[in-house]
C-alpha cells in the first residue's frame, strides 16, 4: 500500500473514532444529570426512586438547627408561599443561608421529606437574578 493510502485510512479511522468517543461523552453527560425540580414539580411528579436537583425558596421561620449537625428548613416554590416541602440536610451550609434565599439541593424524596445529599446545597446570588433597575444600560 503506498504511503498517501495510508495516511487518509489512517486519517478516517481517526476521525471516526473522535465522532464516536464524543458521541459517548455527550450522551453520558446528558444521562447522568439529575433533573431540576421546584417543591409542587416534585409533589405532583413520581420522582421518589430517583436524585433530583430541588430549587426553592427557603421559608422564614422553617430553619432548624439540629444537635447531630443536620439542618431542616423546608423549600417554597417562591417568595412568601405556594407549595413547600421539608428539607433535611446534613453538611456544611454556605454563609448565604437565611430566609427567603433561592437555593439548590441534590437529593430524593423521601416518605414526604426531601433528604438532601450532603455537600450539595448551593445559593444563588440574588443580585444575578433579579431584574435591572429602569433607566440602566
Given at each position: 500500500?503506498?504511503?498517501?493510502?495510508?495516511?487518509?485510512?489512517?486519517?478516517?479511522?481517526?476521525?471516526?473514532?473522535?465522532?464516536?468517543?464524543?458521541?459517548?461523552?455527550?450522551?453520558?453527560?446528558?444521562?447522568?444529570?439529575?433533573?431540576?425540580?421546584?417543591?409542587?414539580?416534585?409533589?405532583?411528579?413520581?420522582?421518589?426512586d430517583r436524585n433530583?436537583?430541588?430549587?426553592?425558596?427557603?421559608?422564614?421561620g422553617s430553619v432548624?438547627?439540629?444537635?447531630?449537625?443536620?439542618?431542616?428548613?423546608?423549600?417554597?416554590?417562591?417568595?412568601?408561599?405556594?407549595?413547600?416541602?421539608?428539607?433535611?440536610?446534613?453538611?456544611?451550609?454556605?454563609?448565604?443561608?437565611?430566609?427567603?434565599?433561592?437555593?439548590?439541593?441534590?437529593?430524593?424524596?423521601?416518605?414526604?421529606?426531601?433528604?438532601?445529599?450532603?455537600?450539595?446545597?448551593?445559593?444563588?446570588?440574588?443580585?444575578?437574578?433579579?431584574?435591572?433597575?429602569?433607566?440602566?444600560?
Amino acid at each position: 500500500m503506498n504511503p498517501p493510502r495510508k495516511r487518509q485510512i489512517r486519517l478516517i479511522v481517526s476521525l471516526a473514532l473522535a465522532v464516536l468517543l464524543a458521541s459517548g461523552l455527550i450522551y453520558t453527560s446528558f444521562a447522568a444529570s439529575d433533573p431540576a425540580l421546584t417543591p409542587s414539580q416534585l409533589l405532583h411528579g413520581a420522582h421518589a426512586d430517583r436524585n433530583v436537583q430541588l430549587t426553592g425558596t427557603v421559608v422564614k421561620g422553617s430553619v432548624k438547627n439540629l444537635a447531630n449537625g443536620q439542618v431542616d428548613f423546608r423549600l417554597a416554590d417562591r417568595v412568601g408561599g405556594g407549595v413547600t416541602v421539608p428539607v433535611v440536610y446534613s453538611g456544611s451550609v454556605p454563609a448565604a443561608f437565611h430566609f427567603g434565599r433561592e437555593l439548590i439541593v441534590t437529593g430524593r424524596l423521601t416518605r414526604g421529606t426531601f433528604d438532601a445529599q450532603p455537600g450539595s446545597m448551593i445559593t444563588k446570588c440574588p443580585s444575578k437574578y433579579s431584574a435591572a433597575p429602569s433607566g440602566s444600560a
